[in-house]
């Protein structure tokens, strides 16, 4: 079975500065997706980025950017420029490459990583 | 375009009851997943419908039921309610018959279900 693991249960950064959230995941598939997702306090989950792992080209979406590295199976979440609006909680999830009989497949995901944005 | 909408955002119930959870995919999608997150965790898969039938399912009890209408709302049924099923119930679409990459699940607001 897939696990994801954040080890960071709380971030907190200065508004205007860069910050790191760390994930790993643990897999012995060799195509998959990962993804990170933010979860502000109205609940809904919003995707940030995703990664496709056949690809070695980092993700970026505009101040959001990853690190993916598939032999250490790492996947973090750069934030630059940390704006006010970015403070939510922020996971990281992981979903196998293909199909089961249609649709995606479920979503496994970490625990979470509360970041804080200091004013 | 209507994202993902549950209902209800709140319910109470009491151990031993029944509980029926609802969701409308966003419009263009075909496939429902239902999360169940605990409070301080992450989500966890519950299962997935696909064309009125259940595709995939996550590590819980008989007791956990869906059902997908021909509309492709979807519903979550859960009997015998215990005190540790409390927690937030989320719904996902996406589109079934999409390239994998591009299958991305969009996530609902959610229903707050406390089993007191």
């Known amino acids: 079975a897939q696990t994801v693991t954040q080890s960071q249960p709380e971030m907190s950064v200065q508004e205007a500065e860069t910050v790191t959230l760390s994930c790993t995941y643990d897999?012995?598939?060799?195509?998959?997706?990962l993804f990170w997702y933010k979860q502000p306090p109205s609940r809904q989950m919003i995707l940030v980025i995703r990664?496709?792992?056949?690809?070695?080209q980092n993700a970026t979406e505009n101040r959001f950017s990853v690190n993916f590295q598939k032999a250490a199976k790492s996947f973090s979440l750069k934030i630059s420029d940390s704006q006010l609006g970015d403070a939510a909680m922020y996971f990281c999830?992981?979903?196998?490459?293909?199909?089961?009989?249609?649709?995606?497949?479920?979503?496994?995901f970490g625990k979470g990583t509360h970041l804080i944005i200091q004013p | 375009d209507a994202g993902v909408t549950q209902s209800p955002t709140h319910l109470i119930k009491t151990r031993g009851q029944q509980v029926t959870l609802r969701c409308s995919p966003k419009?263009?999608?075909?496939?429902v997943s239902w999360y169940q997150q605990a409070l301080g965790q992450g989500p966890q898969f519950i299962f997935q419908?696909?064309?009125?039938?259940?595709?995939q399912r996550g590590n819980f009890p008989d007791r956990f039921s869906g059902h997908q209408f021909p509309n492709y709302s979807s519903e979550l049924n859960v009997n015998a309610l215990l005190l540790g099923d409390s927690a937030l119930y989320l719904c996902?679409?996406?589109?079934?018959?999409?390239?994998?990459?591009?299958?991305?699940?969009?996530f609902g607001a959610g229903t707050r279900l406390s089993v007191l």
């Open positions: 419009s263009g999608h075909d496939t």
């Open positions: 419908y696909y064309e009125e039938e259940e595709r």
């Open positions: 990664q496709e792992a056949y690809k070695q």
């Open positions: 996902a679409s996406s589109l079934g018959t999409s390239g994998g990459a591009k299958n991305i699940q969009y």
């Open positions: 897999t012995s598939e060799s195509d998959y997706y």
């Open positions: 999830a992981y979903r196998r490459f293909g199909y089961s009989g249609g649709g995606a497949d479920g979503l496994t």
